[in-house]
C-alpha cells in the first residue's frame, strides 16, 4: 500500500518532536548511539496508472482524502532527515512493491520499483549504511521467493552492494540472505524468511530452502567463538498469521526457534517488520528465562484487515543502544496522525512514545519486556491498553482490546514455539 501523506514538514513541527526526548529525563541517554528501523513501504508504481483507488487499499476505506501518490512513502525519508538523530546505521525491512493483484507486477516492475527505493534511499542518506532484507511483496509472483538464484535477488545484490561487502552480495544473489560486521564486534544477519513462509508454495517440503538454516547457524557459531555480538532483522517466524497459523511454516518455525535459543547469548536483538502492527516479543529458554528481545516495527505504511476494526498510522522508529557491548537501552517511536494530517493538509511527524518511559522499564533488555509482559496479563492492565494502543499506532484511542483480542496478543508475546501458544491459546479459552 502506498502511504497517504501530502505535505512536508515544517521546522516549527520537528522542533516540538524534539523538544519531547531532549527536555526530559532521558536526557542522559541523549549521547547513547542509535539506529532508524523501519518497514513496510509498499511503494505504489501502477497508481496513476490505473488510478483505480480500489488498488490503494487504505483510501478505499474512505479515511485519508489526499492524494495517494509515490511520492508519500519518501515523506517518512523527509522526516528521518530533517529529524537528524544522527543514527548510525538503518535497518529497513523492504516490502517495497504494493498490494496489487499479480497481473498488475511483473519481474521488470518489482526490480524497478526496488532500485528506485534504493536510489531515492542513498539521495536522502547519502553517507549513512544502510542494511536491508527482503519482504514477501520484494518478489513476483508475490510470496513465491525462491530458494536458490534468479533475477530479482541477482538484481538487488548489485543495487545494495555499495552498502555491503563482496561475501554479503554472494550470499544475497544466492539465497537473498546476508550477514556482515558492521561495527568491531558486532554482525548483523539479515534473514530471508520469506523462505519459511507459509503462503510461499516454492520451498513446500525443503528441509533447508536456500542452506539458509546451515549458513545461519554456521555464522552463529563463528560469531560466538570470535565473541561477537550478533543483531537479526526480519525474522516474523512465530507471529500469529491466523489464530492457530504462524506465519512461518511450522517446521521451520521450530528450527528456528532452537537454533535463537541456542545461540541467544550473541544475539542482541531481533527486529521484524510485515505485521504492520508494534509489538514485543521475548525469547524464553527451557527453564523459562527470558533470553532474547525481539521487537516488530509497525510499518511506514497503513495496512487495514477486513476482519479488525482498526488499523494503524504511518511509523518509524530509533533504537538506542549502549556504545560498547551494544546492550539495546530504549526505543524512539515516532508517528503521524494521519486523520489529522488528512484533515490539516500537512503532515506533522511527533514522538509517540519513549519505550521505557511509557512503560516505566529500565531497559529494552529481556527480563525488562519479561516483566512488562506479566504485567500485561493482569486483568484490566492499564498497561496492555497503553501497549495495545502503541500496537496500533496510536489509530484510534480507547479501542479495547479484551478476551481472545488479549490472549492472543499475550500469548504470542511469551510463546514462539508452535505447540506452547497453541495451549497458551487453548488454556484461555477454557
Ligand atoms: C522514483 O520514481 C518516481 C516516480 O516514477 C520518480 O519521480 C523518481 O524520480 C524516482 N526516483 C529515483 C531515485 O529513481
Ligand atoms: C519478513 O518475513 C516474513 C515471513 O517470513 C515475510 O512475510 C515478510 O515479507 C518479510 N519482510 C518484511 C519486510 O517483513
Ligand atoms: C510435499 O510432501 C507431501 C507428503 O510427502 C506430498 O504429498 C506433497 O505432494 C509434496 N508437495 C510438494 C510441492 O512437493
Ligand atoms: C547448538 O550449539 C552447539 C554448540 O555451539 C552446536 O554444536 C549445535 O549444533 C547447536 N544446535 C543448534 C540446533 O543450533
Ligand atoms: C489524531 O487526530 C484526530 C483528528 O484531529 C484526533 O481526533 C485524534 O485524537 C488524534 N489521535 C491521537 C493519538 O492524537
Ligand atoms: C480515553 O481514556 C482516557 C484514559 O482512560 C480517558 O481519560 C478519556 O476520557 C477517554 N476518552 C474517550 C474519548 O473516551
Ligand atoms: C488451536 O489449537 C488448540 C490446541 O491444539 C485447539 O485446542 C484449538 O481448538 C485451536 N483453535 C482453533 C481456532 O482452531
Request: with cysteine; charged share 15%; proline share 6%.
Amino acid at each position: 500500500m502506498a502511504l497517504l501523506v501530502l505535505l512536508l514538514f515544517c521546522q516549527v513541527s520537528i522542533l516540538q518532536v524534539y523538544a519531547a526526548p531532549f527536555n526530559n529525563a532521558f536526557k542522559h541517554l541523549k549521547s547513547a548511539p542509535k539506529f532508524w528501523h523501519i518497514s513496510d513501504l509498499h511503494l505504489d508504481p501502477t497508481y496513476h496508472v490505473t488510478e483505480d483507488h480500489t488498488k490503494v487499499c487504505f483510501s478505499s476505506k474512505g479515511i485519508p482524502a489526499l492524494d495517494p501518490g509515490v511520492f508519500g512513502d519518501f515523506l517518512s525519508f523527509s522526516y528521518m532527515k530533517q529529524a537528524d538523530l544522527q543514527p548510525d546505521c538503518f535497518v529497513i525491512l523492504l516490502d517495497s512493491l504494493p498490494h496489487v493483484p499479480k497481473e498488475e507486477l511483473s519481474t521488470d516492475v518489482v526490480i524497478n520499483v526496488i532500485a528506485n527505493m534504493t536510489h531515492t534511499i542513498r539521495q536522502f542518506f547519502p553517507q549513512l549504511p544502510v542494511y536491508p532484507a527482503l519482504g514477501n511483496h520484494d518478489y513476483w509472483p508475490q510470496d513465491q521467493l525462491p530458494a536458490s538464484a534468479n533475477a530479482i535477488y541477482d538484481a538487488v545484490a548489485k543495487l545494495w552492494s555499495p552498502w555491503l561487502n563482496p561475501e554479503a552480495v554472494a550470499t544475497l544473489q544466492k539465497g537473498g540472505f546476508y550477514s556482515l560486521v558492521i561495527k568491531p564486534g558486532l554482525r548483523l544477519v539479515s534473514l530471508n524468511t520469506n523462505l519459511y513462509y507459509s503462503p510461499n508454495q516454492v520451498t513446500v517440503n525443503m528441509t533447508d530452502p536456500a542452506g539458509q538454516f546451515q549458513w545461519l547457524q554456521g555464522t552463529l557459531e563463528l560469531s560466538r567463538q570470535k565473541m561477537e555480538m550478533v543483531s537479526l532483522c526480519n525474522c516474523s517466524r512465530s507471529l500469529p498469521y491466523a489464530i492457530n497459523t504462524t506465519a512461518v511454516r511450522e517446521s521451520y518455525n521450530e528450527q528456528l526457534v532452537k537454533i535463537f535459543r541456542n545461540y541467544s547469548d550473541v544475539v542482541q536483538g531481533q527486529f521484524y517488520g510485515h505485521t504492520h502492527r508494534d509489538r514485543i516479543m521475548v525469547l524464553l529458554d527451557h527453564q523459562g528465562k527470558p533470553v532474547n528481545s525481539i521487537f516488530v516495527t509497525p510499518a511506514v505504511t497503513p495496512i487495514k484487515s477486513l476482519l479488525e476494526p482498526f488499523s494503524n498510522n504511518p511509523g518509524v522508529r530509533a533504537y538506542l543502544y549502549h556504545p560498547e557491548d551494544y546492550a539495546l537501552l530504549d526505543i524512539w517511536q515516532f508517528y503521524l496522525n494521519l486523520t489529522e494530517a488528512n484533515l490539516e493538509q500537512r503532515s506533522k511527524w511527533k514522538l509517540e512514545y519513549i519505550m521505557t518511559e511509557a512503560f516505566d522499564i529500565d531497559d529494552i533488555q529481556p527480563h525488562s519486556l519479561h516483566e512488562l509482559a506479566l504485567r500485561f496479563e493482569q486483568p484490566q492492565s492499564k498497561v496492555f491498553d497503553k501497549y495495545f494502543n502503541n500496537f496500533m499506532v496510536s489509530y484510534k484511542l480507547n479501542l479495547t482490546c479484551e478476551g481472545s483480542c488479549k490472549t492472543i496478543q499475550v500469548c504470542a508475546l511469551h510463546f514462539l514455539d508452535q505447540e506452547i501458544y497453541s495451549q497458551c491459546i487453548a488454556k484461555a479459552d477454557r
